[in-house]
């Protein structure tokens, strides 16, 4: 497992110099992993701007490039994950799942009791990347996806429960 630093994007200062290059190296990282449907950053930005969104991203060892990200929102009893990437160079590292964890202790402590997501149901990746990581199939949204061929793949719906204190 890659030795990483993560940090919290601060809804704050998101005007500041640190902050632009952070949204920056995100879109970016978006960019080349999601070709067809990457947030800009200004979207990203844009989604921070809600009160229940926020952004956790992970930094190499030596602090000195972003490596990983998890776009999530938390409303209520509610987390949700958005997004969650690791650049290409740095995958089947551990990035993404010290980011899911993290990000679970985060919600956790801030009064959530589940963490849901939506998955494409051909990303089989992604697929047992979760259900490794506990996620259960509760529910599907048929036809969800746009294909770029003008067929259309379905949206698994999962949920963690976390642990009540």
Known sequence: MTAIQIY???KTST?????EQVLAQLA???SELFVHDAWSAAQINSLLAQPFNHIIYATDELNTRLVGYCFYSHIFEDAEILKIGTCRDYQQQGIASQLLTAMAQICQIAGAERMLLEVREDN???LAFYQK???EQIAVRKNYYD???TTKTHALIMQRKLMLN
């Open 15 to 19: 005007q500041d110099n640190t902050s």
């Open 28 to 30: 970016q990282i978006e």
């Open 124 to 126: 089989h990746a992604a």
């Open 133 to 135: 990581h506990g996620f």
């Open 8 to 10: 919290k994007l601060n």
């Open 147 to 149: 294909n770029h061929d």
